[in-house]
């Protein structure tokens, strides 16, 4: 055949015709923008799997395609969400639990007890609660394809608590042969049984993730309350779009080009609010509360009395205020666990009802032999709140008469700093910050950060045996009024021995387009289900 | 030609092997640790432990230097820590959108930057001379991200003409994927016009100098003609020269248009890598970058034979 250039013109046409099909056939059965919700989330998704991670963006993803045996409520009350029914022996040792009718796995599979006790055991590997449980548990049976017992040796109060938690590790249902993945490991296959399917051909890790509506989900016929009720799905597809850059997250947002930003800059709202088609909500009404570890293993914080001269010396609201601007978002907190939770008592906050006394503090430093040695306080300066929060502790502690050292860094490298037990001179430190959600807050056994068990504990290794033994008493207090009355004991110990403190607690709003309704509260999660959009 | 070819593409060799040292050496020198953000904020240090474990971070940097070297000599760029992909499938798939930046920019900037720069040569002293070289001195000082910020408010928020972010795939439609280019093409190529226009102005004002433009022009030789056959062509080694040169500038201005423009292509990629300090990705995507540059800088090299007959030679 001769060739010629009509030849190649048509042979090239071919070729890119043939190269853009496959993009082209996408595009076409792509659902349209009015049944699309495009979300930009706090971060990205470092791993699928939500058990073998705490990290919030997995729970996230979790929460989409898996389903849960037991949701929160708007009053944060345990309910049946994959569970039908279910009841309690009169020793409160063997729970019995009975499957919905028609629960399928995104591979057309059923959702067997089988899958519900594996999935139960996996996460209790990696939960707070669910190694409390474990310590009580003598088995997890099945009796029939829909029936699952866990019988205990000991009661635990807080198993209903446990599984409807919305804060991480979330117990999500896998099928059995995920669940049974040493904990350990990451799973990668991605089949739940929850209201979302993960579009797998069509995300992009690291740049959007695509959900599409699950059309074997089967809610159930209630209201739905938080992460209870009933899951409608009320569109066809949600869009999980990575956008780093928070100027341009509002820009997309002004321009309809995304449909909800969790986490807008506080010193953006005023332009939000200026916009007529964008609503600012309150999803997470607990909020987050600001954490500053002090390091109990080198001096000058391993002395009480030097732990306690700072309860004398921190303001939280100017710690709030450069970030934060409008005290509607920000408030001060004395509550050694979240304010505004069942938990929150007053119980010695003497020191907070009074505001700084730099006198006291004084003395106390003295008292504790503060011999001006450096505090090296860890600053992630690429996390505006906690930069500006170490920027004016640095100037509280300053004044009191502290020689402060504020070691600049992104946050990776504090997240590496922070877990280095040596001297504050070698590569360690005295202070850092971080943050939680007010949800695990309000509970001593949810994160890390509430235990005092030393050199195994988390990054600042208090040590107090009366802690430990007050947080066993909270778990096993059988009603809220008991565990209310511990966490009195253990906020009273809590400000005597100071393991950490507390910059303050905040209530980050997010922004949605006003055409897109329907949205939650859960703490800690973003549910994407009964939102819709017209 | 061949066997200059050859030798200059083994001379890469060496290069590559100590861009591979530098990067990894500096990476692994750097502080943060990709353990500690996998397992989340409320991990316990044992997890994070197991976590480094897993990801052999716990082995010793030469260890770990040579595992990967020697997959990277197989063509194996490695695994991302996060997602589990290999690391070149996730660079391929954000292939698409920064080769689009690029050639969309590099397209309009040499375009763009040769007109003015020589429409600048032709009139220099007069208005437009200072208006382009004003222009230059403008568009090299301002960074990336503003011209991009400026744009978006003008383009995008106010007169909504286009879309202030997004990369929409050339399968999808030529007009949808050109609207998404427009701005992000020109906050890149400011400081690449600036830097070709101001050379171009330059080496044709030397040229112009020269004897034979003004025997040309005594000739009476058309100005268009004298500034684009003769000047130009002869004014072209220095303008290719800086037009490789520059492809680092625009490597590097990548990365910032991506993010602002949020596009997902590899600069965004390697952004996001280097935050959570996933040592794979951002190992993979230098060697790409730098193996683009010096690619680049041997096609310049060789297009010196079709611009001037001596090298030829």
Partial sequence: ?534 | MTGTILRRLLSMLPVMGIVAICVFLLLHLAPGDPASIIAGENATPENIARIRTQLGLDQPVWKQFLVWLVALVQGDLGTSMFWGDPVSSLIAQRAEPTVSLAITTLLVAVFLAISIGVLAAAKAGSWIDRLVMGFAVLGFSVPVFVVGYVLIFVFAINLKWLPVQGYSPIADGLVLWLRNLVLPSIALGMAYVALIARITRTTMLDVLAEDYMRTARAKGVATRSMLFRHALKNAAVPIATIIGNGIALLIGGVVITETVFNIPGIGRLVVDAIARRDYPIIQGVIMVFSGVYVLVNLLVDLSYTLFDPRVRG
Wanted: aromatic fraction near 10%; glycine fraction near 8%.
């Fill in chain 1, 1 to 534: 055949m001769k060739t010629t250039r009509r030849t190649i013109m048509r042979t090239g046409m071919a070729a890119a015709g043939a190269a853009a099909a496959p993009g082209i056939l996408t595009a076409q059965t792509r659902p349209p923008a009015s049944r699309t919700i495009r979300a930009v989330m706090h971060g990205d998704i470092p791993t699928y799997d939500p058990i073998w991670t705490t990290a919030n963006m997995s729970a996230y993803h979790g929460a989409m395609v898996y389903d849960q045996l037991f949701g929160v409520d708007d009053k944060l009350q345990p309910k049946p969400q994959m569970v039908s029914k279910y009841g309690v022996s009169d020793d409160q040792l063997t729970w019995t639990f009975e499957l919905r009718d028609g629960l399928k796995f995104s591979d057309g599979s059923s959702v067997t007890a089988a899958d519900a006790a594996a999935s139960i055991r996996r996460w209790a590997v990696r939960s707070g609660t669910g190694q409390l449980m474990l310590q009580r548990l003598k088995d997890i049976s099945t009796k029939d394809d829909k029936t699952f017992v866990v019988s205990l040796k000991e009661r635990f109060p807080l198993l209903l608590d446990g599984f409807s938690s919305p804060s991480t590790p979330v117990l999500f249902v896998m099928r059995k042969k995920e669940a049974e993945t040493d904990p350990m490991q990451k799973i990668d296959t991605i089949i739940g049984s929850g209201p979302f399917v993960m579009n797998q051909a069509e995300t992009r890790a690291g740049s959007q993730y695509i959900y599409d509506k699950n059309p074997n989900y089967n809610p159930r016929n209630e209201p739905p309350s938080a992460s209870a009720g009933g899951k409608v799905v009320k569109v066809d597809r949600v869009i999980f779009q990575n956008m780093p850059d928070s100027q341009t997250a509002v820009a997309a947002l002004q321009a309809g080009e995304i449909d909800f930003y969790e986490i807008p800059p506080i010193d953006l709202l005023d332009q939000i609010q200026t916009d007529r088609n964008i609503n600012l909500i309150n999803l997470a009404d607990l909020g987050t509360v600001g954490y500053i570890g002090l390091n109990w293993l080198h001096p000058p914080f391993d002395n009480k009395l030097l732990r306690q001269s700072l309860l004398y010396i921190v303001n939280q609201e100017e710690m709030m205020k450069p970030t934060f601007v409008d005290r509607k978002w920000y408030a001060a907190c004395g509550g050694w666990m979240t304010c505004g939770s069942p938990m929150e008592n007053d119980a010695n906050t003497g020191w907070f009802k009074g505001g700084p006394n730099l006198a006291k503090a004084g003395e106390l430093m003295k008292a504790g032999g503060y011999d001006g040695r450096p505090v090296v306080v860890l600053q992630a300066t690429n996390i505006p709140y906690m930069m500006n929060a170490a920027t004016v502790f640095a100037q509280q502690l300053r004044a009191a008469g502290y020689n402060v050292q504020l070691a600049p860094m992104d946050w990776a490298n504090v997240v590496q700093r922070r877990a280095n037990k040596g001297a504050p001179d070698q590569g360690g430190w005295n202070v850092f910050f971080t943050s939680s959600g007010g949800l695990s807050n309000a509970n001593p056994y949810m994160i890390g950060g509430m235990a005092t068990t030393g050199d195994k504990g988390w990054f600042g290794w208090p040590s107090d045996a009366k802690n430990e033994e007050l947080r066993t008493k909270w778990i096993n207090a059988p009603t809220l009024a008991e565990r209310q009355a511990v966490g009195r004991e253990l906020q009273e110990n809590a400000w005597d021995i100071v393991p950490h403190m507390y910059y303050g607690q905040w209530r980050q709003p997010a922004a949605h387009r006003k055409n897109v309704t329907g949205w939650l509260k859960v703490p800690e999660a973003i549910p994407l289900w009964n939102v819709s959009k017209t």
